[in-house]
């Protein structure tokens, strides 16, 4: 896991650490000390902590005129040992809604494992952002991710599966990555009626 490095291609766009704005402002990366670990291994020194001991987190761009955020994650995602929910929505969401970053898209594509505990923080997330038109995203994430994720009923306040999965993210510029996603939920929402 210490060779999977946060994807660095926008960084001439939006860095987390140069921006005042964001909880990683002032953030300072070693490139030769690992400190972070996932369990007994390594992650790589870019990721971010916001105080889960599994899940790690990187702020890849964001648009306050447009109010989006796109982020990817890394590690086991433990709400039943360490509510890595809560850490997530203080420490990072609560942040950037403060802003007016009211819609949220997380590349799961690292996200190896999730325990689910209880959908509070979840609802409070949607109650949060609902009625400024926000909503949240999950991309990308494994099948038996999925499957737990849905037995906490999470699909009630987050978008993820099928049709967010396959979303070849890497090589678009971040707003068409955004794009895409809205295009996707906008399909969802069309399906569902």
Not at 5 to 19: K, L
Not at 64 to 77: F, P, R, T
Not at 107 to 125: A, I, K, Q, R
């Amino acid at each position: 896991m210490h060779d999977i490095e946060p994807y660095f291609r926008w960084r001439d766009e939006y860095t987390a650490e140069a921006d005042p704005k964001s909880p990683f402002y002032g953030q300072d990366h070693s490139e030769m000390y690992y400190t972070h670990t996932v369990y007994n291994y390594y992650i790589h020194p870019q990721w971010d902590s916001f105080g889960s001991s599994t899940l790690y987190i990187k702020v890849l761009y964001v648009d306050y005129d447009k109010g989006y955020a796109l982020m990817e994650l890394i590690g086991e995602w433990n709400d039943t040992l360490y509510n890595d929910v809560m850490y997530l929505k203080t420490e990072v969401i609560n942040k950037m809604m403060k802003h007016g970053i009211n819609r949220f898209v997380l590349y799961c594509d690292n996200v190896l494992n999730f325990h689910g505990s209880d959908d509070c923080y979840y609802e409070e997330w949607w109650d949060d952002i609902k009625d400024e038109d926000g909503w949240v995203v999950f991309v990308n994430t494994f099948d038996h991710v999925s499957h737990e994720m849905n037995r906490y009923r999470l699909q009630h306040y987050i978008n993820y599966g099928p049709q967010f999965n396959d979303v070849e993210w890497h090589r678009k510029t971040p707003k068409l990555a955004y794009k895409e996603v809205k295009e996707r939920l906008k399909q969802r929402v069309y399906e569902l009626q």
